[in-house]
C-alpha cells in the first residue's frame, strides 16, 4: 500500500506513493501471442504482482529491494527540510524484475480484468473466473467482491464456502448512463471507490451508502480550442491507511474519443475514528483523522431548534508531530476517552497522546522506545489510563497490554502496568471495568480492572474459545454486552463482515449463536444506569440506525433467546438521513456528518465547513418503553433530559407520533373508544410530571390535523379542563393558544364564556398584546349572540384599549 503500479499496452510502472516518486520499470518487446497487458493484481505482502496480458497469459513479477539507494535528497550546503507524512525513510530502493509466466487453463482465455485477496489472484475472461493462489492452495474463503459493470451499478457479494452471495446492488445516480471504468477497495474493506466513464468518482460503504461523490474535470493545458474531454478513470489506488485515493485517469478528447493525456488526482479524505476503534469513548463524539491531523467535535449544538439548520460548535483541530507521523505514517488507530479531553493515535510503531485542555502532544522519550512498540489490536482510554494492546519487540516479540497513566509522559522503562497475553492481539474493548481483548489464536480473554489515584490492577477472569464462529481476519469490532450476572453468563456482541451476532455462553459451557443483523456497517454499545434499562446496542445497516434495549431480565431468565430479540418488537428504526458516526447518549441524539467527507488540500477550512447533523431519539426509547408498560423507567429515563432546551420537541414529536399512529390503528380496527391498554394514555401520563406538560400539548395539537384533536383532548379529560388548568396555572400564553381548539371542539356558547374569562384574567395582568390577540380572535370569530356577552366583550375591549 506505499506503492502503485500502473502498466502501459508493453510496459509495467512502479511508483512510491510518499513521496510520489517513479522507483522501476519493465519494458516488453511485442508479442503478437500474448497480447498487450490489461491488468494487474497485487500479492498483499506487496513484494509480487501478477501482470495480465490480453491472451489469457500471466507474468508473476517479483518487487524486490535494492542494495543502493535509488534517490537522495543532495543539497551543496547543510539543508534542513520537514518531510511530510511517511517520508522520514526517504524515497524507497526497490525495483521489479520478472520471475515466470502462465497462461490460462480453457479455450476461452480472452482475459478481462484481475483482482487480488487476501489468499490470491483472481483473473476474469469473458466467460470464466480464474483463481491463481499466492501460495499454491486453494482456500475456502476470500471475503467480499466488487463487479463492476457497462449499465454503470456495482454488485457486492459475499464469499462463503467457495459461493458468492449478493450483498449489495450499487446503482449510479449523478447524471446520464455510466459503465464502470475502475473499482477499489478500502484497505480494511469497510469502503468501495467507483470510478465511471463520465468521469464521476464515488465511495460508498459496503452496504452501499454513499459517503462522497466527485468529478473529474481537470484539462490538459495541451488541448486545442474546441476541444472537449471526459477524464475517466482507469485505476484507482487507495493509499496505506485510506485517508487518500490515488485516481489514474484517460483524458479522451474529439468524437472519436482519442487519447489525449493522462493525468493523476489525489483526493484527500478524513476517516471516522469509529473504523479504527469502535469503543465507547470514539462513539460519544466525532472524531475524525486525516493523514497528518486528528479532529473532534464534542457534538454540542447552539442551535435549539433542531428542525431547523443545525451549526455546531468548531472542531477542534490537532497537527499529528511531524516527528511521529514522518516515521510512523499512516494512523492505524484512534481513541478519544469519554470526556473527548484526551486523543491518543498509534502508526507503524510507538503511539503518541494529545491534550486538548494544554494543546500539547506527548511522545516517547526516544526513538528506540517508539520503535520497541506496534499497537496491533488497538487501544482505548480506561478512566487515567491509556490502554494499549501492542507487540512489544524488545521482549522478544511478545503480545502484550500496556497501561499508560494520562498524568505521566509515555516511557515503556518507568513502572509501567504490563499484562502478557496468550497470541497477539487483535481487538480490545471496554465496559465499565470488564476489558475483553480478542487474540490472534480467536480466543476471547476477560479481565476485570481495579483502580485508584496511583494504583491499578488487572485480574484475569476467564477465556472462551470461539473459533467456531470468529475468523481473526475479518472480525471487524467484538464488544460486551453488559450483564447482571457476566461471572455467569458472558455475552458478547461479534460483528464479522456485515454480519452482526450475539455468542453468549450457556450453563453448559456451550456457546449459542444468534445473528442480530445480516447488514451491519458499524455497532455501538452504550451503557444505561437507571430503573430496569441496562444498556442499548446500536447498528447501521446502510439506510437505518437500529437500537435494542436491553433489561435485566434479559439476563436473569436463564434462557438465550431473550437477549436481544431478533423479532422486529423488540427494536427500534431511526432513519438520520446521515451517516452516524457518534452516540450522544447524554443528549438522546445520533450524531454524523453529510455526505461529503472529501477535505480541500487546507484541510482545517475545509472541515470547519462540514455541518454536523443531529438527530434525537428519546422519542423512540420512551414509545419503546412504554409499549412495553414500563412507564416508571421511561419516567425515570425521560428525566435525564429535562434540562435540555430541545426536550420539549422531542416530546411533542412522541405525542404526536403515538397519537398518529394509534389513530391510523383504530381505523384499521374499524373499533371507536379507549382503551387503556393503548400506548397514548401512558404517554400524558408520563408528561402529566413535567413543568413543560401544557405547551407540549398545546404545540403538539397545534401541528396536527384537527380530525386528531378530539382523540387527543379526550384522553387529557376534554379540551374545557385542559383549558382551565392553564387558567389556574396562569399560563395565559398557552392557553390563548387553544382557543381554535376550544371554537372546534366546543359548541360556541361554552368557548366564548371561556375565551371571555381568558381576556379578562389578561385585562387584570395588564398584558397588552394578548389582550389585542385574544380580541382578534374575537373579531374574527364572533359567534355569540348574547346581548350580556356583547355588553361585557365591548367594557373589556375598553379596558384593554386604555
Not at 161 to 169: D, H, T
Amino acid at each position: 500500500r506505499k506503492l502503485v503500479c500502473g502498466i502501459t499496452q508493453h510496459g509495467i510502472y512502479l511508483w512510491s506513493l510518499k513521496p510520489f516518486t517513479l522507483l522501476s520499470s519493465l519494458e516488453y518487446d511485442p508479442i503478437d501471442e500474448f497480447g498487450v497487458l490489461v491488468d494487474i493484481a497485487w500479492k498483499p505482502d506487496s513484494r509480487t504482482l501478477f501482470a495480465v496480458l490480453r491472451n489469457g497469459y500471466v507474468y508473476e513479477v517479483s518487487v524486490y529491494e535494492r542494495e543502493e539507494p535509488a534517490l537522495e535528497y543532495r543539497f551543496a550546503v547543510q539543508h534542513y527540510f520537514v518531510r511530510g507524512p511517511g517520508e522520514a525513510h526517504g524515497i524507497p530502493s526497490v525495483g521489479l524484475a520478472q520471475r515466470r509466466t502462465y497462461k490460462l487453463p480453457g479455450n476461452e482465455t480472452t482475459a478481462m480484468c484481475a483482482a487480488s485477496g487476501t489468499h490470491g489472484a483472481m483473473v476474469a475472461t469473458r466467460t470464466h473466473v480464474h483463481w491463481l493462489s499466492w501460495d499454491g492452495a486453494m482456500k475456502k474463503s476470500m471475503g467480499t467482491v466488487a463487479v463492476g459493470t457497462t449499465s454503470g451499478e456495482v454488485l457486492v457479494y459475499g464469499v462463503k464456502a467457495g459461493s458468492l452471495e449478493p450483498v449489495a446492488k450499487i446503482p449510479f445516480d449523478h447524471g446520464k448512463a455510466a459503465h464502470v471504468s475502475a473499482v477499489s477497495w478500502t484497505p480494511d474493506g469497510a469502503a468501495v471507490a467507483c470510478g465511471y466513464s463520465t468521469g464521476h468518482i464515488v465511495v460508498r460503504t459496503v452496504l452501499g451508502y454513499e459517503l462522497n461523490a466527485t468529478h473529474l474535470a481537470n484539462q490538459p493545458a495541451h488541448l486545442q480550442q474546441g476541444d472537449t474531454v471526459a477524464p475517466a478513470p482507469s485505476l484507482l489506488a487507495w493509499g496505506q491507511g485510506a485517508t487518500r485515493l490515488f485516481a489514474f485517469s484517460d483524458c479522451l478528447a474529439g468524437q472519436d474519443r482519442t487519447l489525449v493525456a493522462q493525468q493523476v488526482d489525489s483526493l484527500p479524505f478524513v476517516r471516522a475514528a469509529l473504523s479504527t476503534m469502535p469503543g465507547e469513548g470514539n462513539s460519544k463524539h466525532i472524531c475524525l483523522y486525516s493523514d497528518d491531523k486528528v479532529f473532534i467535535h464534542h457534538c454540542e449544538f447552539e442551535a435549539q431548534d433542531l428542525g431547523a439548520q443545525q451549526q455546531g460548535l468548531l472542531w477542534h483541530v490537532a497537527q499529528i508531530p511531524a516527528t511521529y507521523i514522518g516515521d510512523n505514517w499512516p494512523v492505524r488507530f484512534v481513541a478519544a476517552d469519554d470526556d473527548g479531553q484526551h486523543i491518543a493515535i498509534a502508526g507503524a510503531h510507538g503511539l503518541a497522546s494529545y491534550s486538548l485542555a494544554s494543546g500539547k502532544w506527548r511522545l516517547f522519550r526516544n526513538q528506540q522506545q517508539e520503535a520497541s512498540v506496534s499497537c496491533v489490536g488497538g487501544m482505548l482510554w480506561y478512566r487515567d489510563y491509556l490502554v494499549v494492546a501492542c507487540i512489544n519487540h524488545d521482549c522478544q516479540d511478545a503480545p502484550q497490554l500496556l497501561f499508560f497513566p494520562k498524568s505521566r509522559p509515555l516511557d515503556t522503562t518507568s513502572d509501567l502496568h504490563t499484562v502478557a497475553l496468550e497470541s497477539e492481539p487483535v481487538s480490545i474493548s471496554c465496559h465499565n471495568s470488564i476489558l475483553l481483548v480478542y487474540c490472534r489464536n480467536q480466543t476471547v480473554y476477560q479481565y476485570a480492572i481495579f483502580d485508584d489515584a496511583n494504583f491499578i490492577q488487572v485480574s484475569f477472569r476467564r477465556s472462551v474459545d470461539l473459533s467456531q464462529f470468529t475468523d481473526a481476519n475479518r472480525l471487524r469490532s467484538l464488544q460486551w454486552v453488559p450483564s447482571a450476572l457476566f461471572d455467569h453468563r458472558p455475552a458478547f456482541l461479534v460483528h464479522q463482515g456485515t454480519t452482526l451476532r450475539v455468542l453468549q455462553e450457556t450453563d453448559d459451557d456451550q456457546i449459542s449463536a444468534m445473528v442480530v443483523s445480516d447488514k451491519c456497517e458499524f455497532t455501538i454499545t452504550s451503557g444505561v444506569n437507571f430503573g430496569n434499562m441496562h444498556s442499548i446496542v446500536w447498528w447501521f445497516n446502510g439506510t437505518q440506525l437500529f437500537a435494542s434495549l436491553v433489561s435485566l431480565e434479559d439476563f436473569m431468565d436463564g434462557g438465550t433467546t431473550s437477549l436481544l430479540d431478533a423479532s422486529q418488537t423488540r427494536r427500534m428504526r431511526i432513519r438520520p438521513e446521515f451517516f452516524p458516526v457518534a452516540i450522544s447518549a447524554d443528549r438522546g441524539m445520533a450524531v454524523g456528518i453529510d455526505q461529503d467527507w472529501t477535505l480541500e488540500e487546507h484541510a482545517v477550512i475545509g472541515l470547519s465547513k462540514l455541518p454536523v447533523r443531529a438527530k434525537l431519539y428519546v422519542h423512540t426509547i420512551l414509545d419503546h418503553m412504554l409499549g412495553e408498560g414500563a412507564e416508571q423507567d421511561a419516567l425515570m429515563y425521560a428525566g435525564c433530559f429535562e434540562h435540555w432546551r430541545f426536550f420539549p420537541h422531542a416530546m411533542e414529536i412522541l405525542l404526536h407520533e403515538v397519537l398518529e399512529r394509534e389513530i391510523d390503528t383504530r381505523q384499521q380496527q374499524n373499533h371507536s373508544g379507549l382503551n387503556d391498554g393503548r400506548v397514548l394514555p401512558r404517554v400524558i401520563r408520563m408528561l402529566e410530571n413535567f413543568s413543560q406538560f401544557d405547551e407540549i400539548v398545546v404545540h403538539c395539537a397545534r401541528k396536527t390535523e384537527a380530525a386528531f384533536w378530539g382523540t387527543l383532548f379526550d384522553c387529557l379529560g376534554g379540551p374545557v379542563r385542559f383549558f382551565k388548568q392553564c387558567l389556574a396555572k396562569q399560563k395565559l400564553e398557552t392557553a390563548t393558544q387553544c382557543l381554535i381548539i376550544l371554537q372546534t371542539l366546543e359548541p360556541s356558547e361554552t368557548s366564548t364564556r371561556l375565551v371571555l374569562s381568558l381576556l379578562e384574567m389578561a385585562v387584570r395582568r395588564q398584558n397588552r398584546d394578548l389582550c389585542l390577540e385574544i380580541l382578534r380572535f374575537l373579531k374574527m370569530t364572533e359567534t355569540t349572540t348574547d346581548p350580556s356577552m356583547h355588553g361585557l366583550l365591548t367594557k373589556l375591549h375598553e379596558q384593554a384599549a386604555t
